[in-house]
């Protein structure tokens, strides 16, 4: 019989749900936590509900996702209080075994733990360690992209992937920058999930390989080159049937029809998209580090203007992003 | 552009492919044949735009998901006065093979593209227009579009149809019941298509000469004989000149009959419509070609149509209506199409309960997937009008008559909210309150909200040298101790 996400939505893709979002954090009107699950607002109605770990599953087992998340006690990053850190950490565990006992498809529905910790070295190994015991099919690194400091999420990053198996698919949640993602993969992670390439796009930003353009800006208007040059995304490739979308075209349009956020969400995830095609091809040619080398040269000009928490963190794991080999 | 073909009227774009003796010949199946388009067969209806663009849908799902032949362009969508450019951007754009307007819409090549003055509908200008121009709305506020101007426009984008400046109001309680200004307007009109006409050929060459775009004269909003006058000068002194004619009150047209040398041109209907009902009846009254404004109105009150035409069978004797409200909650679990039988892209991949959920969370996506049906429900219903008027006249009068029938009045009226609707669209006036409820409020009471996103709408794409060498910063003010006394975390307040 067929689940009932299977009706709702017909997908050729692989989905991925969880039930509650980091963003609900800086978002909603908030929210206690307690043993039990998290008491909230319905962002609907305004009526409190409460989600508890065996809720959360069963919720996602009904949908039939492929990928499930873990209830999981987070609280912001940068967050001082160091006791309650403690407590969201270990909470987190003890609810990984609530949903694991409560999971109904475990030979369908890939269950997936999730590290917290905060910015806490220790803390995020004794997670790691008590997660790993778990044997969970896949394994995210959660509570980051809260506004914390490049260089502290990715020593965390580093920290887990460390500790983390060879052969488990490795999540870190909520990442997106370009940047950010090609030193994750350097530092060991596998997957990743962000909605800054379409929220940007309705902004009225384009991603190139250049750094990020803003197209609002008037000096676009006049501008009839492709969002990006060489670019194969369905609003800047050529040649025949090609939709031929000009810079000015879209500025006209920012902000104003929601046909530019629409053509501009199109190229900013084709971008995203291929950037990771050629991650894996770069690592499967056993050049990433001469991959990045490249990247960062694209974006910078100048080796000096290198974001220094790139180039530490990859200096972590024997990459020297400013050496001239490549 | 097509080579000047010496043994062709360049000038021809319409063959009618059968007339109708009903209503004096005014009622016919036709196609519209441009150089380079793809042939469109009448009645039929373009899209209309709004900034160059069909609402919601990008020139690849109009090219994949749609079946309209053209599109209805305004000029005032692309004459924003800026400090930083002496002239539109649209002037400027030079693509090897394609139109400027075209290229900078990039509307398909195959479609034919309309070029008005004003939008459809459009908002109506406080301070009216003027002896020599009109006032035009741009994103940038009101302005004065003359004919010069106007010809420039024209000779600039190179559109396939043009439509010249008519001296309307857009404002029908007051200026159309006034016999001085409909007086006027049929004066103005008329002048104003002179010195139009005599721009685009000074010499007044003979016909079958290409002066790039296709002219459709506008038909105006008054009775016969208020503008007989200046029907009869379009038909003697500019109907080798005219392609078309713009139809601004359809009531107009049984009048037309007399005048052979219009007759045989297409009829665009700019008129108001509201329902499926009125097309029929434009239809009826001859009309070839429509653009529809309840279309993208509809779409964007998030409600569905289903109507057919000829209408289906309908035993029970009910009366169907014209479209589904989608946000109702009735769809929340309902796994049927929008309409029953459609096979447009949103019918046969989702369903009313996806379509709901899509309009509650304010996807972009939900509007896009209205648009493709309700697209596909007109092309459709302008199908079934031709394969009736294929089967006889009266056959087709036989299927208006239980259209009436079966079908309600009115569009039913979408619950939910709109996606957002900008200055360009309507004007405002004081005091009046949003359209739409603001959904989310900041959880931080000053409205700092999340600097990152805020960084972001200003422009600074917050990545890169720029997001490094801070410190982790201390988000909340303050330890758990006094957030926990200010309420955080707290159900009640």
């Known amino acids: ?326 | 552009m097509a080579t000047p073909n010496s043994d062709k009227d360049m000038r021809i774009i319409f063959r009618t492919v059968n007339d109708f003796i009903a209503n004096d010949g005014a009622v016919r199946l036709g196609r519209l044949s441009l150089p380079n388009r793809n042939p469109v067969d009448t009645p039929n209806y373009f899209g209309l735009t709004s900034r160059g663009a069909v609402p919601h849908m990008t020139p690849d799902n109009i090219s994949k998901h749609t079946e309209i032949g053209g599109v209805y362009i305004a000029i005032e969508d692309f004459l924003e006065h800026s400090r930083k450019r002496a002239y539109p951007a649209i002037y400027n754009i030079d693509v090897p093979g394609k139109e400027p307007l075209h290229a900078y819409t990039a509307t398909p090549s195959s479609m034919v593209t309309i070029l008005g003055a004003r939008r459809n509908p459009a908002v109506t200008a406080p301070s009216g227009n003027g002896r020599n121009y009109i006032s035009i709305f741009t994103s940038t506020g009101f302005q004065r579009l003359d004919t010069e101007n106007y010809h420039r426009a024209i000779e600039n984008v190179r559109p396939d149809i043009a439509i010249p400046l008519a001296d309307l109001t857009f404002n029908e309680s007051k200026a159309y019941s006034n016999a001085k200004r409909q007086l006027r307007m049929v004066e103005r009109t008329e002048d104003w298509l002179a010195a139009f006409f005599k721009l685009r050929d000074p010499e007044d060459t003979p016909r079958k000469t290409d002066h790039g775009a296709h002219i459709f004269g506008p038909l105006l909003p008054t009775d016969f004989q208020t503008q007989w006058e200046y029907i009869n000068r379009l038909a003697q002194d500019y109907a080798e000149k005219l392609s078309g004619l713009a139809v601004y009150d359809v009531n107009i047209l049984p009048d037309l009959a007399e005048y052979s040398s219009l007759t045989h041109l297409p009829r665009l209907s700019l008129d108001i419509m509201t329902s499926p009902h009125d097309i029929l009846r434009q239809v009826q009254l001859g009309i070839d070609l429509f653009t529809i404004p309840f279309l993208n109105s509809t779409s964007d009150a998030g409600v569905a149509l289903t109507f057919k035409f000829p209408p289906p069978p309908n035993p029970a004797a009910s009366i169907l209506p014209l479209g589904t409200d989608l946000w109702s909650v009735d769809h929340q679990t309902s796994l049927a199409p929008l309409a029953e039988g459609c096979e447009c892209y949103a019918c046969t991949r989702h369903h009313l309960a996806y379509m709901q959920h899509l309009l509650n969370a304010k996807e972009m996506l939900g509007w896009t997937l209205l648009q493709m049906h309700n697209h596909r429900v007109l092309s459709d219903f302008f199908a079934g009008i031709r394969g009736s008027l294929g089967r006889g006249y009266a056959a087709f009068e036989e299927d208006c008559a239980r259209f009436a029938r079966v079908y309600d009045t009115e569009i039913p009226k979408g619950t939910g909210t709109r996606p957002r609707a900008r200055g360009y669209h309507f004007k405002s006036e004081g005091g009046e309150s949003k359209i739409n409820e603001a959904a989310w409020e900041n959880y931080e009471a000053a409205g700092s909200g999340d600097p990152v996103v805020a960084a972001e709408m200003a422009g600074r794409a917050a990545t890169g040298a720029k997001g490094e060498g801070k410190e982790t910063p201390v988000v909340p003010e303050g330890g758990a101790e006094e957030l926990d006394k200010k309420g955080f975390a707290e159900i009640d307040k």
């Not at chain 1, 900013?268 to 960062?296: C, G, H, K, S, T």
């Open chain 1, 1 to 326: 019989m067929p689940s009932r996400n299977d009706l709702l939505i017909i997908r050729p893709f692989y989905i991925l749900t969880s039930t509650f979002s980091f963003q609900m954090v800086s978002l909603l009107k908030l929210a206690k936590i307690t043993e039990e699950g998290v008491r909230f607002m319905s962002p609907h109605d305004g009526t409190p509900m409460l989600l508890t770990p065996e809720h959360s599953i069963s919720l996602q087992n009904t949908i039939g996702s492929d990928i499930i998340m873990q209830l999981d006690d987070v609280l912001v990053t940068t967050s001082p209080d160091h006791v309650r850190m403690r407590e969201a950490m270990e909470r987190s565990v003890r609810w990984l075994d609530r949903c694991i006992a409560a999971h109904k498809n475990p030979d369908t529905q890939n269950l997936f733990c999730i590290i917290q910790g905060g910015l806490d070295t220790e803390m995020r190994r004794e997670c790691t360690r008590e997660m790993v015991a778990r044997n969970t099919p896949g394994i995210a690194i959660g509570g980051l992209s809260g506004g914390e400091a490049k260089s502290d999420f990715c020593r965390v990053v580093l920290t887990c992937t460390e500790l983390l198996p060879e052969l488990k698919p490795r999540y870190v949640m909520g990442i997106g920058y370009p940047e950010d993602l090609v030193v994750s993969v350097a530092l060991g992670a596998d997957m990743f999930d962000c909605v800054w390439p379409t929220r940007t796009a309705r902004f009225g930003n384009a991603i190139t390989k250049h750094g990020v353009l803003n197209i609002r800006n008037s000096k676009y208007a006049n501008d009839f080159g492709p969002l990006e040059e060489g670019c194969e995304c369905a609003c800047c490739r050529t040649g025949e049937g090609a939709m031929g979308i000009t810079r000015a075209f879209v500025h006209h349009n920012t902000a104003k029809e929601t046909v530019s956020a629409h053509l501009l969400s199109i190229h900013n995830v084709w971008y995203q998209l291929n950037l990771m095609r050629e991650v894996r091809n770069a690592i499967i040619a056993d050049e990433y580090p001469a991959f990045l080398r490249q990247f960062f040269a694209n974006l910078y000009p100048d080796k000096a203007d290198y974001p220094e928490w790139a180039v530490e963190a990859l200096r972590m794991v024997n990459i020297d992003l400013r050496s001239n080999n490549t």
